[in-house]
């Protein structure tokens, strides 16, 4: 007897045929006794469309509002499910995120997972039911559901997996596994046996969307190995955990990830007096918005003035350009530009540490390939650089090439 929580993605839930599909086979996998959560994101494309409706309403994202409209993507799925279910004459019930305990809090759109309290869920399983229970929504200290930023039904299918002690937390989606790069942009990428949540959390914090970022911190909170496998096929996909037996050990560098959504802004003419970075930074901070890469440039060291480059997401710009022209309108800096036609490129691995050279083969790649590099930034097991948007897709293959040039000749 076993406890499971088996979360599916958007593609895997597009369409009434699929979400038939996935309930016999989690009827042909179930032992007797074993107790499953399921949890579902929306159906296909289901939340672009949503938020596309938004913009054609308004352009302001109102976020209250915005979470209303968003978390009913799931809420679809969940039903659809059950009664999926049901029809096969299984005993199922669907729960919204606040149903099922997932405490929320933080800023509407990007809210966290603060707690679970899976009362509802447990009750609901001991009376022999599958629980369905909707991805990517939780409940605000004001009684208002939030959304918990893209891809954040896997934060759902984590914490609940954790808070529940679950034997296993599996990851259904439309790759069979986690690969050296996003199979579906580069050639000749490497299936992963395992990865390390820590390394897994730097691939996902870069861009490689198999697993929100998030989803992956609360696998190192709960100590919870996860499965990422394809729904289509019964192969064995990827597990994250916290310490991998062998696979990988050797190499420097595990994956290759990319994030098209780095927007890059040039805050010009600060006063070069201490305080300035707080000042810039505490103000997009207090509005919610994440920075990344950070270079403040030396003018002449007589110079009064001194300039701070920084990249953020994409959907941040808004915010950002409203946060900054305040502060330019009110002569705390002279300009502000932005760009929105960059990337980001970076290599992962913990062997990283101690193996010399690895920047250099990652700028070597670039040069070839005639791909400049704008910033560069390092972690203790990641380098990455900022690029022009439509370079994006020759760097990654050159650093891949690079790095994996056995999986290149195959
Ligand atoms: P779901 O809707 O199931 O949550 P996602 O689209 O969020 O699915 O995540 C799966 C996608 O992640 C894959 O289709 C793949 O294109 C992308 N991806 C990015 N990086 C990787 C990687 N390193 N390994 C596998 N898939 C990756
Ligand atoms: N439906 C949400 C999204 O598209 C959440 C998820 O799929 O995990 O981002
Ligand atoms: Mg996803």
């Known amino acids: 007897m076993a406890l499971y929580v088996k979360k599916f993605g958007g593609s895997s839930v597009a369409t009434p045929e699929k979400m038939l599909n996935i309930a016999n086979r989690v009827l042909r996998d179930r032992k007797p006794g074993d107790k499953i959560v399921i949890v579902v994101?929306?159906?296909?494309?289901?939340?672009?469309?949503?938020?596309?409706?938004?913009?054609?309403?308004?352009?302001?994202?109102?976020?209250?509002?915005?979470?209303?409209?968003?978390?009913?993507?799931?809420?679809?799925?969940?039903?659809?499910?059950?009664?999926?279910?049901?029809?096969?004459g299984v005993p199922a019930i669907s729960l919204t995120g606040p149903q099922a305990g997932i405490i929320a809090g933080g800023a509407y759109g990007k809210a966290t997972i603060d707690d679970v309290k899976p009362d509802?869920?447990?009750?609901?399983?001991?009376?022999?039911?599958?629980?369905?229970?909707?991805?990517?929504q939780g409940l605000m200290p004001n009684g208002d559901v939030a959304t918990l930023g893209r891809g954040g039904s896997d934060a759902?299918?984590?914490?609940?997996?954790?808070?529940?002690?679950?034997?296993?937390?599996?990851?259904?989606?439309?790759?069979?596994?986690?690969?050296s790069a996003d199979p579906r942009h580069v050639k000749g990428c490497v299936k992963m046996k395992e990865i390390t949540n820590t390394e897994m959390l730097e691939m996902a914090r870069l861009g490689a969307g198999v697993m929100q970022p998030r989803s992956v911190e609360l696998g190192m909170k709960y100590h919870i190995p996860i499965h990422v496998r394809s729904t289509f096929t019964d192969e064995e996909g990827t597990i994250i955990r916290e310490v991998c037996t062998m696979d990988g050990k050797n190499e420097a560098v595990r994956g290759v990830a990319q994030d098209a959504h780095a927007a890059r802004i040039a805050v010009l003419g600060l006063r070069n007096i201490p305080g300035v970075a707080y000042m810039v930074f505490s103000a997009l901070a207090e509005d919610n918005i994440t920075v990344d890469?950070?270079?403040q440039s030396v003018r002449n060291s007589n110079d009064d003035k001194t300039d701070i480059i920084f990249t953020i997401e994409d959907t941040d710009l808004p915010d950002a350009k409203r946060v900054l022209e305040q502060m330019r309108d009110e002569g705390k800096l002279e300009e502000v530009i932005y760009d929105d036609d960059t990337a980001k490129v970076s290599v992962v691995g913990a062997g990283m540490l101690g193996t010399p050279g690895v920047a250099a083969r990652m700028f070597g790649a670039l040069g070839r390939a005639g791909v400049n590099i704008d910033?560069?930034?390092?972690?203790?097991?990641?380098?990455?650089?900022?690029?022009?948007?439509?370079?994006?897709?020759?760097?990654?293959?050159?650093?891949?090439?690079?790095?994996?040039?056995a999986a290149k000749a195959e």
């Open 41 to 88: 994101s929306a159906m296909g494309d289901t939340t672009d469309d949503l938020l596309d409706l938004a913009s054609q309403v308004s352009s302001v994202n109102h976020g209250r509002e915005m979470d209303m409209l968003l978390a009913t993507g799931e809420q679809m799925s969940i039903a659809l499910m059950a009664m999926t279910f049901k029809k096969l």
């Open 120 to 136: 509802r869920v447990l009750r609901e399983l001991e009376e022999g039911k599958i629980v369905i229970v909707a991805g990517f």
């Open 156 to 179: 759902t299918a984590v914490a609940l997996a954790g808070a529940m002690h679950a034997d296993m937390c599996e990851i259904f989606t439309d790759v069979d596994g986690i690969y």
């Open 293 to 295: 890469m950070i270079v």
């Open 375 to 405: 910033i560069v930034s390092t972690s203790e097991i990641s380098i990455s650089c900022l690029i022009l948007r439509k370079d994006l897709d020759k760097a990654v293959q050159a650093i891949h090439d690079e790095f994996f040039p």
